[in-house]
């Protein structure tokens, strides 16, 4: 098994990435909505394992002060290898910034609390879909 992380945009199905997306499980994406999102990302990282695509993640960042992560999914069938933290690693190391944020999908804190994050006492969302938001157990 050889495992590539590429920050490239070029040359990336976005339909096959939102299929990685749909199997991971982290939703349904729209194609172009998700290569619009990932190219207006500072900060991307695609993995590939013998040339195929199998996970990426995304990241807005000030390069200085704080970086946000967004997106991180992997095929079900290369989760809990290790690529999910070689993913997180890359996108800090890449935005350069002091402080980093995300928020978890229910049930993936403690893969974040292994990697250092600690759950935040005041962070506040204002979804689109509020009530999808809700629903999913985003916010209360
Ligand atoms: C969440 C996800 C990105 C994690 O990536 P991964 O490659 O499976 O995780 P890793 O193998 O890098 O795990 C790193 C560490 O976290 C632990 N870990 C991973 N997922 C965990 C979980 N759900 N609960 C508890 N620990 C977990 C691993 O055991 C490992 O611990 P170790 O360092 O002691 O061995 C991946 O499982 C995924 O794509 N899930 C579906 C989509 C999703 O929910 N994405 C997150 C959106 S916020």
């Known amino acids: 098994m050889k495992l590539q992380l590429s920050p490239q945009l070029d040359g990336i199905d976005w339909h096959w990435l939102a299929n990685v997306f749909e199997r991971a499980p982290l939703g349904s994406r729209d194609p172009a909505l998700l290569e619009t999102s990932f190219r207006n990302s500072q900060v991307c990282c695609f993995a590939r394992v013998d040339g195929v695509l199998i996970g990426a993640g995304r990241a807005l960042t000030d390069r200085v002060l704080w970086t946000v992560i967004y997106d991180l999914a992997l095929l ?3 989760q809990g290898k290790g690529l999910g933290k070689a993913i997180m690693d890359s996108l ?3 935005a350069g910034a002091a402080n ?4 978890a999908a229910p049930g993936k804190q403690p893969f974040y609390a292994k990697l250092g994050f600690r759950p935040m006492k005041t962070a506040m969302a204002k979804f689109a879909n509020a009530e ?4 999913r157990g985003m916010i209360e």
Do not use: I, K
Request: glycine share 8%; hydrophobic share 35%.
């Open 76 to 78: 079900p069938e290369h």
């Open 132 to 135: 999808g938001a809700q629903t």
């Open 100 to 103: 980093v944020m995300l928020y």
């Open 92 to 94: 800090a190391q890449q």
